[in-house]
């Protein structure tokens, strides 16, 4: 492998991520089945931070055209290196600074970490400008961590009826992390929770929207998320393999 940088993992090899994208695929397919639901609804995006841009070409080699990164810094460096023809997308699924809203525009297909109406409203000013509109998620924080991001559950429907102000936002749904915890009862609480805000806000069409998405699950529970309504499952390490502790 080349170029690689000191504190990014070796890419795993091109094989093995097909081989990974292929059982995820096929995991998501049995858990529709099981949950009577059909395997279309269900979003696959691989979650690609730490790991350098040939594992993403790998992946995108195996059918995949859009990566969730959670750091903007690190998605535009990506971005940079790929070769535009590739037409790979990025969906930002972690926090965003007022500072880097400006790169961020430039480079985001969708954001799925929305939880303040200062940022929406930065947001929606800079794609005014460049006369485009990007797809947004609302964050909520279902497990009730202190270290999470995303809104209070009791925030969310006032937050969401400000969003119809911003025309240049396209607003899509909710995303939460779930509680990391063995137990099952917990986890799906979590996603029960944010698939009952999404129903409450879906049938008063707040913000204008059906709020379609339902941005929930990781490796570890996505099965599970997608028994409880998921239409958009983050999976990093069961397609990448593992990475590096992170730091700060
Ligand atoms: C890293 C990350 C994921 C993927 O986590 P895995 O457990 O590796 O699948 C999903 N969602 C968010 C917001 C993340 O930051």
Redesign the pocket.
Known sequence: MSELTNNQPDAAPADVIAANVAAVRGRIASACERAGRDAAEVRLLP?S?THPVEALVAAHAAGIDRF?E?RVQELVAKAELLDPALGIEFAL??PLQSNKAGRAVEWVAEFQALDSLKLAANLDRRLQALGRSLDVLVEVNTSGESTKFGLAPDDVLSFAAELGAFDSLNVRGLMT?AIPSPDHKQVAACFEMLRGLRDRLRDDQVAGSDWPELSMG???DFELAIEHGATCV?????IFGGRPPVAG
Do not use: L
């Open positions: 979650v931070k969730g959670n699924i972690g992390i990781m490796s570890g983050r999976v990093g390490t069961a």
